[in-house]
């Protein structure tokens, strides 16, 4: 099922049968992309032409957070759950050391990579990790970067950027990186390797996650203005109709 939301298309699917649309990529042998939307990045997408268009050639919009789904509901046009980059990434981990896929780790500061790569091995024994590398190159070595992926062969690809930065970067590499599946998981890396905790999944059945991540990372609150700014246009447009 998909919907539409402020011009975006968003698939109206549950983890579940993501990891299984992400198998069935895995199995066509054709490059792929996935984005996680989340309204900070549908926000900007609004006022932003170009971005919007990117966000609808990607072959899966996964709705990351509850914002998402909050919103197609007061569009009226309701999604079953949340599918969140790092829910889908650890998801598909699990479901590649059973499938022998091969996983490729791209982006967050150096070291970073390398670390959650190694905890995901230990979560799931038998994930075969084709590489690593940092998100901190410049334009110049993206090239070489692009061609280490290539070369890497990975059935999937996780780009660990921000948004929209890894969003631009598949959209424009894509072709070149192979078979992969790309898949624009934010901040997941800093996760899985420890290096920033994520909520309780007690404060993640209340929709407090944001709040959590806030308290932790208190330089975080420019980026947290967003979401009022995205109720509100939601609000605007889907029930006052202005």
Not at 49 to 66: C, E, Q, S, Y
Not at 67 to 80: E, F, L, Q, Y
Not at 137 to 151: D, I, N, T
Request: glycine fraction near 8%; charge should be positive.
């Amino acid at each position: 099922m998909q919907v539409e939301l402020l011009g975006a298309r968003v698939d109206g699917i549950r983890l579940e049968q993501a990891v299984e649309r992400v198998a069935g990529f895995v199995g066509s042998r054709q490059s792929c992309w996935i984005i996680t939307l989340n309204p900070e990045l549908l926000y900007r997408a609004w006022s932003e032409r170009d971005l919007l268009n990117l966000i609808n050639r990607a072959d899966l919009v996964t709705a990351d957070g509850v914002g998402i789904v909050w919103a197609c509901r007061m569009a009226g046009r309701p999604v079953p759950e949340r599918v969140t980059g790092i829910d889908l990434m650890l998801r598909l981990s699990a479901r590649a050391a059973k499938e022998g896929w091969r996983v490729f780790l791209l982006g967050a500061a150096p070291g970073v990579a390398g670390e959650a790569a190694s905890r995901l091995k230990r979560l799931y024994p038998g994930l075969v990790v084709a590489g690593t590398h940092h998100g901190y190159f410049s334009p110049a070595e993206e090239p070489s970067v692009v061609e280490l992926v290539r070369q890497a062969r990975p059935d999937l690809l996780f780009v660990a950027l921000g948004a929209p930065k890894q969003e631009y970067w598949i959209a424009r590499n894509r072709a070149a990186l192979g078979a992969a599946v790309a898949v624009g998981v934010g901040g997941s890396f800093d996760v899985v390797a420890g290096r920033i905790r994520r909520a309780p999944f007690w404060i993640q059945r209340l929709r407090l996650e944001w709040l959590f991540r806030l308290l932790k990372e208190p330089a975080r609150w420019r980026r947290m203005l967003v979401l009022p700014l995205f109720a509100w246009l939601v609000l605007k447009k889907y029930k006052l109709r202005i």
